[in-house]
């Protein structure tokens, strides 16, 4: 097997419908069918939209029965949020890479936020599995996470550890404060967003895609402005803030190696130190 | 380049279309008399989706039955038009619209107008900077400019900053009790459904959303 040097990465950054999962899913098949890319990307909840209350159950997917969208045997690999009914009756809200007729790799959202406007708490149960990379192409491993996973820098360190080359982060992130004036206006609170993935990615030296949706629900307006980051935590390319977009991106494995050799932080971390202190913490606690 | 409050109105015309188009309805309808908020949501929804205000001569009207069975001066004017808007919303398939603003919304313990409120994230000094007027809450009536704006800054150190309440109002010097009485008293109002809970899912607490 010979690794890919380059990967077409696409980022769609949609408005899903609320609760219609046929429509989603209808438009989802196509875009990939009709797509070149190695690997499209959608965003959180893409399946179902984001405030689903108590129908968020009716609305999942039963993964042991095989995924729930149909994608052609040598079309891309598609990653897109759904709703996942598990196999313990606990309802999940979760990221997918599908390859034709297989799932590549399942992350269950670690974090659910439960403040602010947040409730998904009361809606979801939390992922507890261990995270790990899967592969995405030949000599290409990449990691889940959603939203406000992102916000937890272990997740994205412990995926790091693991040799990945792309974190991939799906996102339903509403847009606080009206946006900045001016050319390319952006939310309040994109900076931070901002922030985090170049800096991941930098840390790290790996690619940040952040897929984030757009759209209107219950009042909140979902920001987009999804990008994706080189491992020198450099912004490639950037959607608009508030509008359905498509980005493209080719990434380069020459790039991933480059950016480790300059900078070792990841071959320097010592895993044993951190451990140590987490469960001297724990002990104390 | 966009100002200030075009861009929040952007927001709150959006969220309103939205709104109307989940709900299927031909327009909106204001829920509330005439005045500075009125003339902003105007403003800020007209290009986006049709707006209608309820008929002056039928709320007087309805203000004139109001009042002949009792119902208090103050809120007289207030419920008159919120019936005659309710009415129009019903017949001719409009959305209801309050124009509380942000301040109000925390400070005035008074019946809602309607369930969707697109000033209610809109403070009061931001509506009188962008109309020249703004409607106050009973406790900042005869409050200044520099005044009512301390207790927005103070309010939002508290529910959104997260600055503690005995730290966050000490700027409002001697209006602090006044004002935190009043928000303590409006609280139940912004919670939406009272329901008593009697099962494990209760609409209003647990199905709420």
């Known amino acids: 097997m010979t690794a890919s040097a380059t990967l077409h990465v696409q980022l769609h950054q949609t408005s899903p419908a609320l609760g219609d999962v046929a429509t989603n899913r209808d438009m989802l098949e196509k875009t990939v069918a009709d797509s ?16 689903l209350g108590h129908r968020a159950r009716e609305l999942g997917a039963d993964l042991g029965g095989g995924p729930p969208v149909n994608l052609p045997d040598q079309g891309p690999t598609a990653i897109y949020g759904l709703v996942e009914r598990g196999e313990d009756h606990l309802t999940y809200n979760a990221a997918v890479a599908q390859r034709g007729s ?4 399942v992350h269950r959202k670690v974090y659910l936020p439960t403040y602010g406007t947040f409730d998904e708490g009361r809606i979801f149960a939390a992922g507890r599995r261990s995270v790990r990379p899967f592969v995405l192409a ?4 990449a990691g889940l996470l959603v939203c406000e996973d992102f916000w937890h820098p272990a997740l994205a360190y412990l995926l790091a550890l693991q040799s990945v080359d792309v974190l991939v982060v799906l996102a339903a992130a509403p847009g606080r404060g009206a946006p900045t004036a001016g050319e390319g206006a952006r939310f309040g609170s994109a900076d931070s967003w901002d922030i985090l993935a170049r800096s991941t990615a930098l840390l790290h030296g790996m690619y940040v895609v952040l897929c984030n949706r757009v759209g209107i629900e219950d009042g909140v307006t979902f920001a987009g402005g999804s990008m994706v980051v080189d491992p020198m935590g450099q912004v490639l390319t950037r959607a608009p803030q508030g509008d359905d977009a498509t980005l493209d991106v080719q990434m380069e494995r020459d790039t991933v190696a480059r950016a480790r050799q300059p900078y070792a932080h990841l071959r320097d971390d010592d895993p044993a130190v951190t451990l140590h202190t987490l469960e001297r913490i724990l002990r104390e606690r | 380049m966009k100002n200030e409050a075009e861009r929040q109105g ?5 969220v309103v279309a939205a709104e109307v188009a989940r709900t299927r309805c031909r327009g909106v309808v204001l829920a509330s008399p005439p005045g500075p908020e009125a003339d902003l949501l105007e403003r800020w929804l007209t290009a986006t989706v049709p707006l209608r205000r309820p008929d002056p001569g039928a709320v007087s009207d309805v203000a004139g039955a109001l009042a002949s069975v009792g119902a208090p001066g103050a809120h ?8 005659v808007a309710q009415a129009q919303a019903l017949s ?7 124009t509380t603003n942000k301040t109000t919304l925390l400070l005035e313990d008074a019946p809602l107008p309607a369930r969707v409120l697109p000033l209610g994230d809109v403070w009061a000094t931001d509506v009188k900077r962008w109309v020249g007027r703004a409607t106050l809450p009973t406790v900042l009536r005869d409050a200044t400019d520099a005044q009512a704006s301390a207790v927005e800054r103070s309010l939002g150190d508290y ?29 139940r109002n912004r919670r939406g459904l009272l329901v008593p809970k009697l099962q494990k899912w209760t609409v209003g607490a647990d199905l709420a959303r």
């Open chain 1, 36 to 51: 070149r890319a190695d690997v499209v990307v959608f965003p959180e909840l893409a399946l179902t939209g984001y405030s």
């Open chain 1, 138 to 141: 030949e000599g290409w491993r």
């Open chain 2, 10 to 14: 952007g927001i709150v015309a959006a």
């Open chain 1, 102 to 105: 297989s799932l590549l790799s």
């Open chain 2, 159 to 187: 529910l959104q900053e997260g600055v503690a309440r005995d730290v966050a109002f000490t700027a409002i010097g001697a209006l602090a009790p006044l004002v935190l009485a009043a928000l303590d008293g409006a609280e």
């Open chain 2, 76 to 83: 007289v004017e207030a419920l008159a038009w919120q019936a």
């Open chain 2, 92 to 98: 001719q398939g409009l959305l209801l619209l309050g």
